[in-house]
């Protein structure tokens, strides 16, 4: 047993309490309330296809576990089979499979960017991405958000003081706190006029948006010069990352990115998972059609109510400003049955908190109907 006056926890118990003083201690709750929180945005994590189809490979004998790294036993065919349907169905030349968005954008981002490279990210992108720009090799920037003006300053300004490697750009297609589409049209200008790559995380748009959920990014998709990651955790109902590089940086990825060779592969059984989702995009658009009504309905209903929200899109953001303010405003929410949660920094910017309001088709008109009545009455009186 430890003595009980051990000091070897004060490091971590005092900031304990200087969190909590700042309203921005967290805690793991319970699921309840309707869900007006996931991001199960097309209700796939309980379809009967999907679980069906996970049923059917493990009936069949598929592994539970990979067993190994890719590179060694761990490369299953139900890996090598998503891969070949998610190049397919995003129009990439190659697709490789990770264990998640996170691992993904951390992988990516300290294998592919070299020494002498700049990276370009957008200031609110995803805290993986920020964590990966920090551990790799190359020089890092952040310019304002959604900003490709921004962009290509610092890639000129880095070019004029003697930059001499790749430019990577890094964004996020739908913001996965604001909601807010990134100009992609205007940053794939700049990529190629300063011979960039441009890497976009779809996290909160594949399935979403696109031709039959193939992203924001399905226009572009098969340029030698775009990298997209498609998280698997999202409205694909799953868990994972696809990636979709140039065979050749499938190569060298297949061949020098660490977490990819130094990791157990995913389950095979979530490969399953995640290819039955992509069949069920190709041939359920329906899912696709009734969640942006839901959207287009929700953002109405907003106006008509004069709340306000920037976004237009699934994820609906309720700026409160203030961390106490937006705990207590979910709090509230929650008490009347709505599971929505308050968002505080470091997650969003200082002076940003807000509710983070996720439309899915777990839920319907009648609900959204409820949930905008409830927070009308919970903010009556406040400055919009
Ligand atoms: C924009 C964005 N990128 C990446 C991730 C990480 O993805 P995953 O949850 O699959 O690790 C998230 C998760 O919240 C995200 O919002």
Same mark, same amino acid.
């Given at each position: 047993?430890? =003595?009980? #006056?051990?000091?070897?926890?004060?490091?971590?118990?005092?900031?304990?309490?200087?969190?909590?003083?700042?309203?921005?201690?967290?805690?793991?709750?319970?699921?309840?309330?309707?869900?007006?929180?996931?991001?199960?945005?097309?209700?796939?994590?309980?379809? =009967?296809?999907?679980?069906?189809?996970?049923? !059917?490979?493990?009936?069949?004998?598929?592994?539970?576990?990979?067993?190994?790294?890719?590179?060694?036993?761990?490369? /299953?065919?139900?890996?090598?089979?998503?891969?070949?349907?998610?190049?397919?169905?995003?129009?990439?030349?190659?697709?490789?499979?990770?264990?998640?968005?996170?691992?993904?954008?951390?992988? @990516?981002?300290?294998?592919?960017?070299?020494?002498?490279?700049?990276?370009?990210?957008?200031?609110?992108?995803?805290?993986? @991405?920020?964590?990966?720009?920090?551990?790799?090799? !190359?020089?890092? #920037?952040? /310019?304002? #958000?959604?900003? =490709?003006?921004?962009?290509?300053?610092?890639?000129?300004?880095?070019?004029?003081?003697?930059?001499?490697?790749?430019?990577? @750009?890094?964004?996020?297609?739908?913001?996965?706190? %604001?909601? %807010?589409?990134?100009?992609?049209?205007?940053?794939?200008?700049?990529?190629?006029?300063?011979?960039?790559?441009?890497?976009? %995380?779809?996290?909160?748009?594949?399935?979403?948006?696109?031709?039959?959920?193939?992203?924001?990014?399905?226009?572009?998709?098969?340029?030698?010069?775009?990298?997209?990651?498609?998280?698997?955790?999202?409205?694909?109902?799953?868990?994972?990352?696809?990636?979709?590089?140039?065979?050749? &940086?499938?190569?060298?990825?297949?061949?020098? /990115?660490?977490?990819?060779?130094?990791?157990?592969?995913?389950?095979?059984?979530?490969?399953?998972?995640?290819?039955?989702?992509?069949?069920?995009?190709?041939?359920?658009?329906?899912?696709?059609?009734?969640?942006?009504?839901?959207?287009?309905?929700?953002?109405?209903?907003?106006?008509?109510?004069?709340?306000?929200?920037?976004?237009?899109?699934?994820?609906?953001?309720? @700026?409160?400003?203030?961390? *106490?303010? !937006?705990?207590? &405003?979910?709090?509230?929410?929650?008490?009347?049955?709505?599971?929505?949660?308050?968002?505080?920094?470091?997650?969003?910017?200082?002076?940003?908190?807000?509710?983070?309001?996720?439309?899915?088709?777990?839920?319907?008109?009648?609900?959204?109907? *409820?949930? &905008?009545?409830?927070?009308?009455?919970?903010?009556?009186?406040? /400055?919009?």
């Amino acid at each position: 047993m430890s =003595p009980i #006056h051990s000091d070897r926890f004060d490091r971590y118990v005092s900031v304990l309490p200087a969190l909590k003083d700042d309203n921005r201690l967290r805690g793991l709750k319970p699921r309840a309330g309707v869900d007006f929180t996931s991001n199960d945005y097309l209700a796939l994590a309980s379809a =009967p296809r999907m679980k069906e189809a996970v049923a !059917a490979a493990l009936e069949a004998g598929t592994p539970i576990g990979a067993g190994g790294s890719r590179l060694l036993r761990g490369n /299953c065919e139900e890996h090598e089979r998503l891969e070949a349907e998610a190049a397919r169905v995003f129009g990439a030349e190659t697709a490789l499979f990770f264990g998640g968005g996170y691992v993904a954008n951390f992988a @990516i981002l300290t294998t592919l960017p070299q020494r002498g490279d700049l990276l370009v990210l957008d200031s609110l992108v995803h805290a993986s @991405i920020h964590e990966g720009a920090r551990a790799g090799r !190359a020089e890092f #920037h952040t /310019c304002a #958000h959604n900003d =490709p003006e921004a962009v290509e300053d610092t890639i000129r300004n880095w070019r004029e003081k003697g930059g001499t490697g790749r430019a990577w @750009i890094v964004v996020e297609s739908l913001h996965s706190m %604001d909601g %807010d589409f990134a100009p992609l049209e205007d940053l794939i200008a700049v990529a190629n006029r300063y011979d960039a790559f441009l890497m976009v %995380d779809e996290a909160h748009a594949t399935g979403v948006y696109g031709e039959r959920g193939r992203g924001l990014t399905a226009p572009y998709e098969g340029r030698d010069n775009l990298l997209v990651v498609h998280t698997c955790g999202k409205a694909l109902g799953a868990a994972g990352a696809l990636v979709t590089p140039s065979g050749v &940086l499938r190569d060298f990825t297949v061949n020098r /990115c660490r977490p990819f060779i130094f990791a157990t592969a995913p389950s095979p059984l979530m490969a399953v998972a995640v290819r039955q989702a992509l069949l069920i995009l190709q041939e359920e658009p329906e899912r696709q059609q009734r969640l942006a009504k839901l959207v287009a309905f929700t953002h109405r209903e907003i106006g008509l109510r004069g709340l306000r929200s920037s976004s237009g899109s699934q994820i609906v953001p309720y @700026i409160v400003g203030d961390n *106490a303010r !937006a705990t207590r &405003l979910a709090s509230a929410l929650q008490g009347r049955g709505f599971d929505i949660r308050g968002i505080r920094p470091p997650t969003v910017p200082e002076g940003a908190a807000r509710l983070r309001i996720s439309l899915t088709l777990k839920v319907g008109e009648e609900e959204v109907h *409820a949930m &905008l009545d409830a927070l009308t009455e919970e903010t009556r009186g406040w /400055c919009q």
